[in-house]
């Protein structure tokens, strides 16, 4: 009998496993979106997750579609109109000819982008930039489009809402932002330097023999231009002050990346099939994929066996359980993506009870463990996305080569940070 209801969850897990390989390794080039969609169906046709089940995992995904709306949305529209190339005439004017300061500068305005809009925000709207500034200074643009990418996760547990998964770790229990700022900021400085000093080390060789443009060709911002400007502006005050008052962040971006759209669309009198057409709408299957496969492994009972063994590993080694739980969830990051994840791990969290020094650590894991791997967040997925469109690709070899170097000092500063915090 024990063998009979053990097959069904071997199943489940054998169907996780391979939707995720699917979503990180890309079989026939396929998009990520397809593995992850496949997977939920598989599961559902097999009879191993009854539709209305399925349907509930996709529904808990709504704010995070809503969340990726309003960012795709605010990001389309300002690259459309220009904001990113005048941002980018900006920087190479600031970096005076140097390729060391322009990565500096770079670094600094991605890690204000991650703290204030979130992480996948500056996936979304910094790469854009990002890359037109090395195109306008004809530098080679991958050294600097991996800040985008690491910096999205090192800073991404600065604020509550610097990183959507930080919500969902700590639920109706988010303590209050000065309670954050004492636990999570040293922490926090420690992996945003610890990244920077690693990735201005990689990447020393590739910044040396560039030549940077000192005298691009420059235009000025349009009206709409700067109407897409401060509709991102007024999107960081929205999110702030939707965290401080503790609602979700889906609907507020929603709404002000779609009042900022029809606004500048209404100015230009057109345009809104084109904005249309060019977001990266795959990103929003592959989400709910990913939601209805953490569903599936609920039911199998892993939630209440990792909650019950995050409680008494806590009761006997409290501060063991913080550097294991860290550390074993950045890991697993990789295996699954944060975003399930970080849904299981904070779900564990919540029933299991554990201090704020485990949680802390647990979500620490969550938010920096992706670093390892260029599929371990949605950030950096929706990163890869961006560098596409522009015609770059970062296949996930070469990638985990960077991110073996750069993840392990940031997260074990972080972890060691915390434990220091009273």
Excluded at 255 to 277: D, I, M, Q
Aim: aromatic share 6%; charged share 10%; with cysteine.
């Amino acid at each position: 009998m024990g063998a009979l209801t053990l097959t069904p969850n071997l199943a489940t897990w054998g169907i996780a496993v391979i939707a995720t390989l699917g979503v990180i390794v890309r079989p026939f080039s396929w998009p990520e979106a397809i593995w992850a969609v496949l997977g939920a169906a598989a599961l559902v046709a097999l009879g191993l997750l009854p539709v209305g089940a399925a349907l509930d995992g996709v529904r808990k995904g709504t704010d995070v579609y809503l969340f990726l709306i309003g960012m795709m949305l605010l990001a389309e529209v300002a690259r459309k109109e220009g904001l990113f190339d005048w941002l980018a005439q900006v920087a190479v004017r600031h970096a005076k000819g140097s390729a060391t300061r322009l990565f500096t500068l770079v670094y600094l305005v991605g890690t204000l982008v991650t703290v204030f809009l979130s992480n996948d925000a500056c996936a979304v709207v910094l790469t854009p930039a990002v890359y037109a500034a090395a195109k306008a200074t004809r530098a080679e643009p991958l050294p600097y489009l991996f800040i985008c990418a690491f910096i999205a996760n090192a800073a991404s547990f600065v604020l509550p809402i610097s990183n959507p998964a930080n919500l969902v770790v700590f639920a109706e229990h988010m303590p209050p932002l000065g309670r954050w700022l004492a636990t999570f900021a040293l922490p926090s400085a420690l992996a945003i330097l610890a990244t920077y000093a690693v990735l201005r080390w990689t990447q020393s060789r590739a910044l040396a023999g560039q030549e940077i443009e000192t005298d691009p060709v420059t235009t000025s911002l349009s009206g709409t231009g700067k109407v897409a400007g401060l509709g991102i502006v007024a999107t960081a005050g929205v999110l702030l002050a939707a965290s401080a008052a503790g609602l979700e962040l889906g609907l507020p971006t929603f709404l002000a990346g779609l009042a900022t759209s029809l606004v500048v669309l209404a100015l230009k009198r057109g345009g809104l099939v084109e904005v249309v057409s060019d977001i990266s709408w795959g990103v929003l299957p592959l989400v709910a994929g990913l939601f209805v496969l953490v569903e599936a492994l609920e039911k199998t009972g892993v939630l209440r066996m990792l909650a019950d063994l995050l409680r008494q590993s806590a009761a006997g080694a409290p501060e063991a359980t913080a550097w294991g739980g860290g550390i074993l969830v950045a890991v697993v990051t990789n295996l699954v993506n944060n975003l399930p994840a970080g849904l299981l791990a904070g779900a564990a969290v919540q029933a299991a009870d554990v201090s704020r020094t485990i949680a802390g650590a647990i979500l620490i894991g969550v938010d920096l463990g992706p670093n390892l791997s260029v599929t371990g967040s949605l950030a950096t997925i929706l990163w890869l996305t961006a560098i596409r469109r522009e015609g770059e690709d970062v296949g996930a070899w070469r990638f985990l080569k960077l991110g073996i170097l750069v993840t392990p000092p940031a997260l074990v500063l972080a972890l060691a940070g915390l434990l220091l915090v009273p």
